[in-house]
């Protein structure tokens, strides 16, 4: 038996000048030579991370996919050829890329009222795409991350492009009522605060025992997602979305975004229940874009394991998440259909 590893146990790996060498290939050479390297750099990581493998076997497994070891080193490549394209997003070199958006009018009808909102993602697909595709249309988006998180790779696409940081908005545990004050003076802006709603925190040992997390039935089993972006979202009060950007082989891109929540509600009284609600119906979007692009899913860590003594997942006897952020003084101000048939843009 080998223990469950969590997310912020896998250590990042590859070094910044390695990320630099493909960056260098990259510019002299092209993106097809880049793509070339990223395919031995994705062998090698598939060959030395047992983490990844077992983790892209059990996810694929779920689905009743193929499990055999190329499959699952053309699913960690997906992954390289991803970041690889990041890189060239975050120089600007997007004209060789071909992009199509599916919801592309929800995000239109909120710039052109000057309404604020929140994009669920999760780490599915290329985030990069999305923020690239924002710039281009002027959408005032807002990532919502923490910022220890791949710090090497941050560091050179921030390198690349010095205004990615402008607009990050830093997660903090420490102190969620900075992140709520942050979040809310760009919802009220017009802004869009995204973020990637699967992958749970992990608490400090005094707070264990408060419910941060919440179950869900995914894909067949029990998984834990965090809390934190739904009470996040209920204390901005406002528009709720769910976002994806599928890498769909070469240089396609498809970008999607469909309504989750008008507002999301979580009164005192039912507040486990709405929170479960809500997480669950999160869960059933994602498996559903899951199952349309599969080799997407970059979650290379145990997803399904239970919570490790850092963590702890809601009860229904409790009902007040620790480090709620509405409690920090700021007013708490449906199921999404099937997304349409996406139509092709440059």
């Known amino acids: 038996m080998t223990e469950p590893v969590g997310w912020r146990d896998v250590r990042e790996r ?30 090698y990581y598939t060959a030395t991370s047992a983490v990844a493998r077992r983790a892209v076997r059990d996810f694929r497994a779920r689905l009743g996919l193929p499990v055999g070891l190329g499959v699952t080193y053309r699913h ?22 071909v992009v199509t958006r599916t919801g592309h009018e929800h995000l239109a009808h909120l710039q052109a009222t000057g309404q604020g909102a929140v994009l669920l993602g999760a780490h599915l697909g290329s985030f990069y795409a999305m923020r690239m595709q924002s710039e281009q249309e002027a959408l005032a988006l807002y990532p919502l991350v923490y910022l220890r998180n791949a710090r090497r790779f941050n560091a050179v696409i921030e390198a690349l492009d010095p205004r990615s940081t402008l607009r990050l908005l830093e997660l903090s545990d420490a102190d969620p009522a900075r992140t709520v004050l942050a979040a809310r003076e760009k919802i009220e802006q017009g802004g869009l605060v995204a973020i990637l709603a699967d992958r749970p925190p992990k608490q400090p040992p005094e707070r264990v025992g408060h419910a941060r997390t919440v179950e869900v039935d995914f894909l067949g089993g029990r998984a834990t997602l965090p809390a934190g972006p739904f009470v996040l979202a209920a204390a901005l009060r406002c528009p709720v979305y769910f976002t994806a950007g599928l890498y769909r082989g070469g240089a396609r891109y ?24 809500y997480a669950q119906r999160y869960a059933d979007t994602l498996a559903r874009y899951c199952r349309d692009a599969p080799d997407n ?14 963590s702890a997942r809601t009860e229904p006897a409790r009902t007040e998440p620790a480090h709620d952020p509405s409690q920090a003084r700021v007013e708490p101000r449906r199921e999404a259909p099937e997304p349409p048939q996406p139509t092709s843009s440059p």
């Open 254 to 277: 498809d970008l999607y975004c469909e309504p989750f929540a008008e507002r999301v509600e979580l009164s005192r009284g039912e507040r486990a229940q709405a929170l479960s609600g």
């Open 14 to 43: 590859g070094s910044v000048l390695g990320i630099r060498v493909v960056v260098t290939l990259a510019t002299l050479f092209g993106r097809g030579p880049a793509r070339a390297l990223v395919a031995l750099i994705a062998l």
């Open 76 to 97: 960690i490549l997906r992954f390289a050829q991803c970041a690889l394209d990041a890189l060239f997003f975050a120089r600007g070199k997007t004209s060789a890329f």
């Open 297 to 310: 899913w970059f979650n290379f860590f145990d997803f399904w394991a239970p919570p490790d003594d850092g």
